[in-house]
């Protein structure tokens, strides 16, 4: 078998003698970068997700605030709020948003600058979504009651994406369990192919069933361990 190509100074080049490591102190390590994770709908930032992802994602720091998602322009407010503080901060960040936090997620992505937006069944058209409930009076985990009305789903329409693959693009990964009963899964797939990548697990529900793998795989795209195994049809 044939030696791979080695691309680079040669080790009699004074120039590779200047990179060796005993020759060169290392560069400090980069910070860890803090997960910034978006509840849905109804939730809370004390969800099962949240409660499940930060043991999953340690030692990376994980914000999972509480926010009005039944409310989209005080939403976007909130959480604009709370990226432009990591932003001031100087910190790296990653957005992980699950449904309806996906729906913001991919919004704030593009106009903070996010290192990896992890999408997680993400609700991508509420105003179609939401429409098959409409009128009905809906209650939040805290115990906030709504009403999904036309001015709600016309309020979602600002903060929507029309199409994830044209500029400004984010890196991008998306999980989707098949067997969503509340969204068709097919729309974040279609939606996002050919611009991010797209993992597929087999089954499922809308409440994701496969989060310790899709923890592996956000663990390892952010340069730690995977920790976890991470089984899934991957499209690149």
């Known amino acids: 078998m044939a030696a ?4 680079g100074p040669s080790a009699a080049d004074p120039a590779a003698r200047a990179l060796d490591p005993a020759a060169t102190p290392a560069p400090a390590p980069a910070p860890a970068p803090t997960v910034l994770y978006l509840h849905g709908l109804n939730s809370t930032g004390r969800s099962r997700k949240a409660t499940e992802l930060a043991p999953l994602l340690a030692p990376l720091p994980l914000l999972a605030p509480d926010y009005p998602a039944h409310r989209p322009a005080a939403a976007v407010a909130s959480l604009s709020a709370r990226c432009a503080e990591l932003t001031a901060a100087r910190a790296t960040f990653a ?3 699950s449904s309806m936090g996906g729906f913001y997620g991919q919004y704030l992505a ?22 098959a409930w409409l009128g009905s009076t809906q209650t939040t985990a805290a115990g906030a009651t709504w009403r999904i009305d036309a001015e709600l789903l016309a309020a979602t329409r600002p903060f929507g994406v029309a199409d994830p693959c044209t500029a400004p693009t984010v890196p991008t990964t998306v999980f989707l369990d098949i067997g969503d009963e509340v969204i068709d899964y097919r729309i974040a797939r279609d939606s996002y192919a050919g611009c991010a990548r797209l993992c597929l697990y087999p089954g499922g529900d809308h409440a994701f069933a496969h989060l310790p793998a899709a ?12 920790g976890q195994p991470a089984p899934a049809a991957a499209l690149d």
Do not use: C, D, K, Y
């Open 215 to 226: 923890a592996a795989m956000i663990r390892t795209t952010l340069g730690l361990p995977a």
């Open 110 to 131: 593009r106009r903070f600058s996010v290192q990896h937006l992890f999408l997680i069944n993400p609700a991508l058209r509420p105003w179609e979504l939401l429409a």
């Open 95 to 97: 957005i992980v948003g």
């Open 4 to 7: 791979p190509t080695e691309i």
